[in-house]
């Protein structure tokens, strides 16, 4: 279970920095829909609300 967090931790600090910059990039109605989507495929292979909200 520690592994599962730590690579989730390693994995969502190295895609941070591109999201950050693809961010001002789009409108905020399809950064909202992206963000959206990504929620519900996280939520969907298991992870918890907690561990998906950022």
């Known amino acids: 279970m520690r592994l599962v967090i730590v690579f989730t931790g390693v994995a969502?600090?190295?895609t941070q920095p591109?999201?950050?910059f693809s961010a001002g990039q789009c409108s905020p109605?399809?950064?909202?829909?992206?963000?959206?989507a990504m929620t519900s495929r996280?939520?969907?292979t298991g992870y918890?609300?907690?561990?998906?909200?950022?």
């Open 12 to 14: 969502l600090f190295l």
């Open 18 to 20: 591109s999201v950050a």
């Open 29 to 36: 109605k399809s950064y909202r829909e992206a963000r959206l």
């Open 42 to 44: 996280l939520l969907a």
């Open 48 to 54: 918890s609300k907690a561990q998906v909200t950022f």
